[in-house]
């Protein structure tokens, strides 16, 4: 009987997937190029992710994402969080979720 995936991968795991060392990796996911969640201390990235990098279909996308939840994570003070939340809400749907076609 064939051993059911999981669906998270260790660091090692994705970054041998995706043929880059890992220290190039943890430092993607650091700058926000690659979604990755902390497990009791270390980095776990989707395989559907993964896998849609390998198919050549997001990294851009994730980059902008990226780009917008820090700038809104560091909006100047002058932005009020209805103005932060009317911002986030006019790019809602703009990036494609990873595998979503």
Known sequence: MAREQHPYLYAPEAAA????HVETLYRMIERGEVPATKV?????ISRE??????A???PLDAKCEAALERWLANAPPLLSEAQKDTIAAAFAGAFPTPGAR
Do not use: S
Request: avoid cysteine; hydrophobic fraction near 45%; glycine fraction near 6%.
């Open 49 to 54: 992710y993964v896998e849609t990098m390998l």
């Open 56 to 58: 050549g279909e997001t």
């Open 17 to 20: 997937l995706l043929r880059v």
């Open 40 to 44: 009791a201390r270390r980095w776990r």
